[in-house]
Each structure stands twice: as C-alpha cells, then as structure tokens.
C-alpha cells in the first residue's frame, strides 16, 4: 500500500531533501528517505506538497502528460480586468507555448489564511486581488508567468490542492498522511 504524506511547505523551504548551504530544505521537517516529491514547488511559493513512497503514483502526480488538477490561491498586484481572467481562462502564450485554459475565480482572501514572513509588499496605493487558478500542467513558474502575462503579477502563491488531495487545515512545516 503506497504512503502518501501531504505537506503545507513553508515560504522560503526549498522543495528538496538535500542540503543546500543555509536554505531550509523538506529534510528539516521530513525525516523518512523512502519518501519522493511528487510535483515541486518553488522557494518563494507555499502550501501543499505531496510526498509518497510509490514511484508510479508520485509520476501520475507529477507528469503533465496526466493532467492532474492543481489549484493555487494567487495574490496579484491590482484588481484584474474581466478581460484579463478572460485570457487566462482561455490559455496564455508564454516563451514555451500556450497554456492549457484554465479555470480562475476572484475569491476573498483565503479564511484563517497564515501570516507570511516576511510579509509580501505593500503598497498603499496599489489595492491586491486573490485569485483562484486551477491548471492541469505543470510548467516552471506557470502561474507567477501567467498572471505576469495579464499585467497582474503574482505577490503570493500558495498550492491549495492537487488532485483530489487538499491542504485542509496544515499550518506551515506541518503534514499529514493521506
């Protein structure tokens, strides 16, 4: 029976159990070497990791061939147009081709949602919007890429479910088995 570990990745944790000078790593919250990340995520984005014992599973979890779901709650700069969501619904192009459409809300900001430290940036006369973007691909920096593309870049990303798998209530640096 595969083991699989759901991790809420804190900001500024790299996505790798090795060493890496003084960056903290998965390895300082996750003590078991049978277990493989299935999908990363990048040192300035948060939340759900998934981690399995399972080879197969952790590469349908982490090929786009599978197109697994994959939703993040975004922080862009500015309110964004209807024209803007429209286009990311629609797929974006970006230097390696088009998106996949994807399915994007504008949502409150996430409830009983952790403080981030350092905070993001703050700028008073330049309101933030929360979206929720669901991709099924998985492409280096996609989301902060996309919402760049719309000219409403990303200030805070945090990976609220892949799959059917969701983050739930796991603070920062804590997991669970699935």
Not at 25 to 53: C, N, Q, V, W, Y
Not at 55 to 79: C, H
Not at 117 to 130: C, F, G, Q, V
């Amino acid at each position: 029976m595969a083991r699989i570990l759901l991790f809420n990745k804190p900001y500024r944790v790299l996505s790798q159990f090795r060493e890496s000078g003084t960056r903290q790593t998965l390895s300082d919250f996750i003590k078991d070497p049978a277990l493989r990340i299935a999908g990363r995520l990048d040192h300035d984005s948060e939340g759900l990791l998934l981690l399995s014992d399972d080879g197969k599973l952790v590469q349908r979890i982490s090929n786009p061939r599978f197109k697994l779901e994959k939703t993040y709650w975004v922080q862009v700069e500015g309110e964004p147009t209807k024209n803007a969501l429209a286009q990311l619904r629609s797929g974006i192009t970006l230097k390696d081709g088009k998106t996949r459409p994807a399915g994007v809300k504008q949502i409150e900001e996430p409830a009983d949602l952790w403080t981030r430290d350092p905070p993001i940036r703050y700028r008073a006369n330049i309101p933030t919007t929360w979206l929720e973007l669901t991709i099924s691909e998985g492409r280096n920096r996609q989301v902060r890429r996309m919402t760049a593309a719309v000219n409403f870049p990303t200030l805070r990303l945090i990976r609220a479910r892949v799959g059917d798998w969701s983050l739930g209530d796991l603070k920062p640096g804590e997991s669970i088995k699935a």
